[in-house]
């Protein structure tokens, strides 16, 4: 099955379904694959032809979902743009991917410009799709769906390139349809669902449910750029059924002016990730939001999506609270072990290692760097670079990125497992742990304490909440207590690199 085969499905069972309905836009899948099929023509006419890979820099909205199926339909290969991304950044992916388009909106109509006056890009052809390009490009002819393999390649997703050059993952039809139905049947998306792509597109969190919608038929709604105000209309307008938020997003819901729990009730799915939940914040959730599912999503671009989740009954009240530092259970299709670091030993349940995974979402490889994908590709095992511990019930626990620990006296501190344990005080609204240089310790754990709103914690009172949670030396050394939100990406991860350097610009470096 490919997603283009879910587009013409749709179309078919449900005709007169919903397929869009975002602010003012209200379209049928009839009507919206009718116009997926135009755009393809117009993206032929473009020289787009099968495998063509096809850049896009846009932010979230209807036009840009028809867009990428668009090239899927023409039998292109796409390549999304994360629009946070610099100059130079845009300039070395259009590059590396050989892209020969760059499909742009109207609010980047700069770096559009920039574009076609890059002498490096001179065999790449730039459109702006305003109001006037776009609606020519309604009027041409049908395209036939190109139909292409499952094993063909389907989309370039760049990495966010924290340890060096962002790479370019290849990932295939097969990828995409068995994330798809993954989360097809997880989230339980039908022709009822009306999915808030809240998340930009341009990240596979977002892309992946989205195709889980298309799958069950059902509607979609956008938000261009995520604020709490957008969000309480797009519930009101819309009729949002599905949320994938992370959880400061939640947070920023929750503590809203706008907020309006009759709205909320309408909503039926929760899905998160970037981090765990915390106890406090989970409390709050299951009042605000009594008729809906949450679960936690873990996974990676490299496997498409998803691989692990913890399920809704871990999500309540009565459950196990520990569960809630978990990251879930592997998914249906996957297959997850934790391995010894540099090895493909299996670890004991509770022994920390590197969590590796194999599926039939597993990329296909690294575009153009064989090297890279020989070390992360392993005897049919996807090597994520994160570490982690399985319990006897096969619940994955992320500890760290292997290469984002604090060593502090000549001991291994993983971020992660500190920041569980102060998400469990009261009086915490989220935090972030970094290592800072201390000529004693070569890196001493230092804490970036966001405070709930009207309450004022102390360094001791969580010092003596988290000594009895984790070992004595993985306690923080220092603290930046706070209001102000932690720094986040496009994707809603916490940027650690802007918390450190604003520690080290204050001097708080020994």
């Known amino acids: 099955m490919m997603m283009t085969s879910a587009l013409r499905r749709a179309a078919v069972v449900y005709p007169q379904g919903l397929a869009i309905a975002s602010g003012g836009e209200r379209r049928t899948w009839s009507q919206t694959v009718d116009r997926i099929a135009c755009l393809a023509g117009a993206l032929q006419e473009m020289g787009v032809r099968s495998g063509s890979h096809v850049a896009t820099l846009a932010l979230n909205s209807p036009r840009y979902f028809e867009l990428l199926m668009a090239v899927w339909w023409a039998g292109g290969v796409v390549v999304p743009l994360n629009t946070r991304l610099a100059w130079g950044e845009i300039c070395f992916i259009l590059g590396h991917s050989e892209a020969c388009l760059l499909l742009s909106d109207e609010h980047f109509r700069s770096a559009a410009d920039q574009t ?23 009027l041409t002819p049908p395209a036939t769906d190109a139909c292409r393999a499952l094993e063909a390649l389907a989309g ?22 068995f994330a798809a139905m993954n989360m097809q049947r997880d989230l339980r998306h039908d022709e009822g669902t009306v999915y808030l792509h809240a998340a930009p597109l341009f990240h596979l969190a977002d892309f992946g449910i989205g195709l889980g919608t298309t799958l069950g038929a059902g509607a979609h709604s956008f938000i261009a750029q995520f604020s709490t105000s957008v969000f309480y209309e797009r519930l009101r307008t819309d009729g949002v059924t599905h949320l994938q938020l992370v959880p400061t997003m939640l947070s920023m819901v929750l503590d ?8 909320l009730a309408q909503i039926r799915s929760i899905s998160y990730g970037a981090a765990p939940i915390s106890q406090p914040l989970l409390e709050r959730l299951l009042g605000a939001f009594p008729n809906a599912r949450i679960q936690q999503f873990y996974g990676m671009t490299e496997c498409c999506g998803a691989c692990v989740m913890l399920p809704d009954d871990c999500h309540t009240l009565t459950a196990n609270p520990q569960r809630l530092l978990a990251a879930g259970q592997p998914i249906v299709g996957f297959e997850v072990r934790i391995a010894k670091v540099g090895g493909d030993q299996s670890l004991p349940p509770g022994g920390v290692g590197e969590i590796q995974m194999r599926g039939p979402a597993v990329m296909r490889g690294y575009w153009k760097d064989p090297e890279k994908t020989a070390e992360t590709l392993q005897g049919g095992w996807l ?10 019930d096969g619940f994955v626990y992320v500890v760290d990125r292997l290469k984002d620990m604090v060593i502090s006296g ?13 998400a469990t005080h009261p009086g915490v609204a989220a935090c972030a742990v970094i290592g800072l240089p201390d000529d004693h310790w070569g890196e001493r754990v230092h804490a970036v304490v966001v405070m709930q709103k009207d309450q004022v914690v102390e360094q ?14 993985k306690v923080p050394r220092s603290y930046d207590l706070r209001y102000t939100p932690l720094p986040l990406s496009a994707v809603g991860k916490v940027q650690k690199n802007v918390l450190r350097d604003e520690c080290l610009s204050r001097g708080n470096d020994r």
């Open 256 to 263: 809203a002016a706008e907020r309006d729990d009759g709205l």
């Open 410 to 422: 000549g001991e291994n501190i993983y971020c992660a497992e500190v920041e569980s344990a102060l």
């Open 460 to 473: 001791a009172s969580l010092d003596r909440h988290i000594r009895g949670l984790i070992a004595g030396y």
């Open 383 to 392: 090597r994520s670079g994160d570490g982690g511990r399985m319990d006897e």
């Open 116 to 138: 076609r006056a890059e002498a490096s890009l001179a065999g790449l052809r730039v459109a702006v799709l305003d109001d006037t390009t776009y609606e020519r490009m309604l």
């Open 156 to 177: 370039i997703f760049y990495t966010g390139g924290t340890t060096g050059r962002p790479k370019g993952v290849e990932l295939t039809h097969e990828n995409f349809a």
